[in-house]
């Protein structure tokens, strides 16, 4: 049975002029218990503004336009922030943020900054209780526990301090995490330490259901089971991760590939292949593909026509002419 | 003696505290770097290669050894800067926030003696916009918070794209951008490279960025270079240990990786 499902997702801005601006629209899939979803996507194609709508939390300017998202069958939709705060973050659906150094508050000590999650969470804990399930929790990671909790985030190294908020997203065992672009912001070392401590989590059983949110696809081919890639607010394509990486259909996931690098022999003469020109404006009404400005194959009825989901093998590509 | 080096660096050090603190961020460096070269400076994080970068600008002086751009020591920030001009990590903090972009982009222009004409700026801000995939209208009267981040690392090179100066010291400029974005800037420093005969200075933690784009590599650990050569010698055929764990740690498409 599915454990996450979203159906038909649309997700607004109004801005202070009236206007909505429509970041994501027409998203729906579903996830089963043990799952790992990947969604790639360049930068300002809706992959944050999509997390706040999966965890139901709409903050003014954001709205929902449709759609339903269930965890466990519980809708999180038409909540209050209060509700979603108290009821759903932490519990349910529990997120990492993309720079550890602005989600922890700098005037505070991480063990302080964790113990609030917890206290706020767990009516009448104590103090010495919190504490004792944060050292046994932070064991874990392979850090040293003592001089990290005692630290300010300042004090920590960027890999500390992800690995921190990592630890403090799932100290309620989450049903699902939601990471996004946990380590854009880091090297490649420490970038592969991250990942190993997300894997190290879901052997342990903390959490077992993820979405992980990243541009980096090569990345994504060893993190995820599924990719789903995003464009303009749309998912354009969703299949397995060796289906979508090593054999895209989607004319936009080809081309997203032809931008990779990698420094292995014989690359340097294969040339990175930008896309041109720039993704679609959100705030007027798009008919036809969204792509279809920037497609390298685009057929002239493209532009007009509306492309739906369809199957294609044993996956969906919003492309009428993908074979 | 005239020398076509733009950076030449002979046991140059850059130490900070003193005492038992004393932090040795370059330790001992001798390297030179040729008119037209595209070097690349490969490290994982807090091994020294912005501290580097930061030598090249004159905003950190020698502490041991000498420094040299162009054969003279760097004195004077500003005439140096008509020449040498960087391209930082975070561009959020690069920006003052309190000023429309395009206002930003244009009083970059302040820093030579004779400003050209309006007419000339406003056409030269639009065609660094265009360079880095951002229609004008889109920036018209934002202001820095309105964007996102890939966005105002765009518009950081774009400031580069305006001014057009023979060294650029590209730090860690592709570690926010997504790999479309990340293509497109590479194939525009390339473009300026050849025409503009700029010589440049890549700073990145990844190693593949470094092998397409550059003519030579330094790898550098724990504030010393402990490996250089050509692209094809340092991956092909690395020497150092940590060479080969920074190649291991990206995450190829057709290589296990960490499930193995």
């Not at chain 1, 809708?75 to 989600?103: C, H, W, Y």
């Not at chain 2, 002979?10 to 900070?16: G, L, M």
């Not at chain 2, 200075?201 to 490996?227: C, P, Q, W």
């Amino acid at each position: 049975m599915a454990i996450f499902e979203v159906e038909k997702l649309g997700l607004h801005y109004l801005t202070r002029f009236g206007q909505k601006i429509h970041a994501v629209t027409d998203v729906s899939f579903s996830m089963d218990q043990g799952e790992i979803l990947g969604i790639a996507g360049e930068s300002g194609c809706g992959k944050s503004t999509l997390v706040n709508g999966l965890m139901g939390l709409f903050i003014p300017p954001l709205y929902p336009t449709c759609g339903d998202v269930r965890v466990d069958g519980e809708s999180l939709m038409n909540r209050t922030p209060e509700d979603v705060r108290q009821n759903v973050l932490s519990r349910k659906v529990s997120m990492i943020p993309q720079g550890a150094f602005n989600a922890l508050n700098p005037t505070r000590k991480v063990k302080d900054i964790a113990a609030d999650v917890m206290a706020a969470h767990m009516k009448g804990i104590d103090k010495k209780q919190i504490y004792e399930r944060l050292i046994e929790r932070f064991n874990l990671f392979g850090m040293d526990t003592k001089r990290v909790l005692n630290s300010h985030p300042i004090q920590l190294t960027a890999g500390e301090r992800q690995r921190s908020v990592i630890g403090i997203s799932t100290l309620l065992n989450p049903q699902m995490v939601i990471a996004d672009e946990p380590t854009s912001a880091l090297d490649v070392t420490t970038q592969k330490v991250v990942i190993k401590m997300i894997f190290d989590l879901l052997e342990k059983g903390i959490f077992s259901t993820m979405i992980f949110i990243t541009h980096e696809l090569p990345l994504l081919r060893h993190v995820a089971d599924n990719i789903a890639i995003m464009y303009a607010g749309e998912i354009v394509e969703k299949g397995t991760a060796e289906q979508v990486v090593f054999d895209p259909r989607h004319p936009y996931t080809k081309a997203l590939m032809g931008a990779m690098l990698s420094a292995e022999p014989g690359q340097k003469q294969r040339k990175p292949t930008a896309i041109e020109g720039a993704p679609p404006n959100l705030a007027k009404p798009i008919e036809g593909c969204r792509f279809a400005e920037r497609c390298p194959s685009a057929k002239p009825e493209c532009k007009q026509k509306k492309q739906e989901i369809r199957i294609v093998g044993d996956r969906q590509v919003r492309c009428d002419y993908a074979e | 003696m005239q020398s076509n080096n733009i950076f030449t660096a002979v046991n140059s050090v850059c130490s900070f505290g003193h005492g038992k603190k004393l932090v040795r961020a370059v330790d001992d460096v001798t390297f030179h770097i040729a008119d037209e070269e595209i070097v690349s400076i490969v490290g994982g994080s807090g091994c020294g290669k912005s501290v580097l970068a930061k030598m090249m600008l004159g905003l950190h002086y020698p502490s041991a050894g000498t420094f040299l751009y162009k054969d003279k020591p760097i004195t004077d920030h500003c005439v140096h800067w008509r020449e040498v001009q960087a391209v930082f990590q975070d561009p959020f903090s690069c920006f003052n926030q309190f000023f429309p972009i395009r206002n930003q982009l244009k009083a970059a222009f302040g820093i030579y003696k004779d400003k050209p004409s309006n007419k000339e700026m406003e056409e030269r801000v639009d065609q660094a916009l265009l360079a880095v995939n951002v229609k004008p209208s889109e920036v018209e009267g934002k202001y820095p918070f309105e964007l996102s981040g890939g966005q105002m690392q765009r518009m950081l090179l774009a400031r580069i794209f305006v001014l057009r100066p023979k060294v650029l010291i590209a730090d860690e400029p592709t570690s926010m951008v997504d790999a479309c974005v990340r293509a497109n800037i590479l194939d525009y420093l390339m473009k300026l490279k050849e025409e503009l005969k700029m010589t440049i200075v890549f700073i990145t933690h990844d190693i593949g960025l470094a092998y397409y784009v550059s003519n030579r590599i330094f790898i550098m650990h724990k504030g010393k270079i402990i490996e250089q050569g050509t692209p094809d010698e340092v991956t092909q055929s690395p020497k150092s240990e940590h060479t080969i764990q920074l190649l291991e740690d990206i995450p190829e498409i057709n290589r296990e990786w960490i499930k193995a």
